[in-house]
């Protein structure tokens, strides 16, 4: 943990959730001038710590609602508070400051194909003033560590599977020290085995960091494998929310189909030890040193 970044707090045991989206909506002008309504009066609360899953079909305004969290989108109606803070009231610049504690990631991964994995994951590092070299490369090698990816530092995106593509995704995005990570479709261009591995260094961000993440997608079995808690969204509008144990007393079509699939196999974290610190086995690893900060 560099000195120079400023640590996310504690999942707080306050009861006060992470997010807080109010009676939230957000509507489109469509070219032929009529307004489309994507969003309407969401009402959501994550927990510090909660891994909550977003499912519905396509074009359900499951992408919209995410980035109403970080706003991406601005809401026409309705707050979006985290971490406490009422995001739309903002300035710009304390929105930037915010916004470095929302880490997202997306199923094209958005990575720099010009630049190694290392300024990847440096990039929302140098976005910030002040920050030393050195305080940067070392936080960009912690997360590399902690999706399992040190040895790519100097590599490029071309290089890499797409499982490793996404988990430099994650570790760009974890790099600021989030509280949230929002994750929009993450594994939906990945093929089975390699969506374990993404699933497992998400679990394990969870876990171990206790970043607290908002997965949106339309594969059940993400859900079921990841998540504590469900939302379903159909035609812009949350039409229930429960816990994935729950799911069989859900109404929706989807809370039926997720309640019927068979058991799956727990996700095993891809480095099951952080990396070794050779002098003393109890020098706090990078891990170590992370989870104690958020
Ligand atoms: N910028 C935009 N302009 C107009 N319509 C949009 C825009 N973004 C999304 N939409 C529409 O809003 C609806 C919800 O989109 P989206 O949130 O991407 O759904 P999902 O992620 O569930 O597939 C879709 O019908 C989509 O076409
Ligand atoms: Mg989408």
Excluded at 14 to 29: A, D, E, K, M, N
Excluded at 52 to 62: N, P, Y
Excluded at 63 to 79: H, M, V, W, Y
Aim: aromatic share 2%; glycine share 8%; with cysteine.
């Amino acid at each position: 943990m560099s000195a120079s970044t400023t640590p996310t707090p504690a999942p707080t045991a306050s009861g006060i959730p992470v997010i807080q989206l109010t009676g939230v909506s957000r509507t489109f002008r469509l070219p032929d001038g009529s307004a489309f309504s994507a969003v309407s009066q969401a009402d959501l609360s994550v927990q510090a710590g909660e891994v909550l899953g977003i499912i519905g079909k396509s074009g359900a305004g499951k992408s919209t609602l995410l980035r109403l969290i970080n706003l991406l989108e601005r809401p026409d109606a309705g707050t979006v508070r985290v971490e406490g803070k009422d995001l739309t009231a903002l300035s710009s610049q304390a929105l930037r400051q915010a916004r470095q504690g929302i880490g997202m990631i997306f199923q094209q991964f958005n990575l720099l194909q010009n630049a190694t994995v290392a300024d990847n994951v440096a990039f929302a590092l140098k976005l910030h003033a002040g920050r030393r070299r050195a305080d940067i490369e070392r936080r960009v090698q912690e997360c590399l560590a902690l999706v399992g990816l040190q040895d790519k530092a100097k590599a490029y995106p071309a290089q890499l599977s797409g499982g490793q593509k996404q988990r430099v995704a994650i570790a760009r995005a974890l790099a600021p020290h989030p509280a949230v990570l929002l994750c929009d479709e993450p594994t939906s261009s990945l093929d089975a085995e390699t969506t374990r591995e993404v699933l497992a260094t998400l679990a394990d961000v969870n876990v171990r960091l206790g970043v607290t993440i908002v997965i949106v997608t339309h594969e059940l079995s993400v859900v079921q494998a990841l998540c504590h808690r469900v939302a379903v969204m159909h035609g812009g509008r949350l039409v229930e929310t429960f816990n994935k144990a729950d799911a069989g007393q859900g109404t929706s079509v989807l809370a039926r189909e997720l309640a019927a699939l068979a058991p799956v196999a727990p996700l095993v974290p891809l480095q099951p030890s952080p990396p070794s610190v050779p002098e003393a086995a109890s020098t706090p690893t990078p891990l170590e040193q992370e989870a104690a900060h958020v």
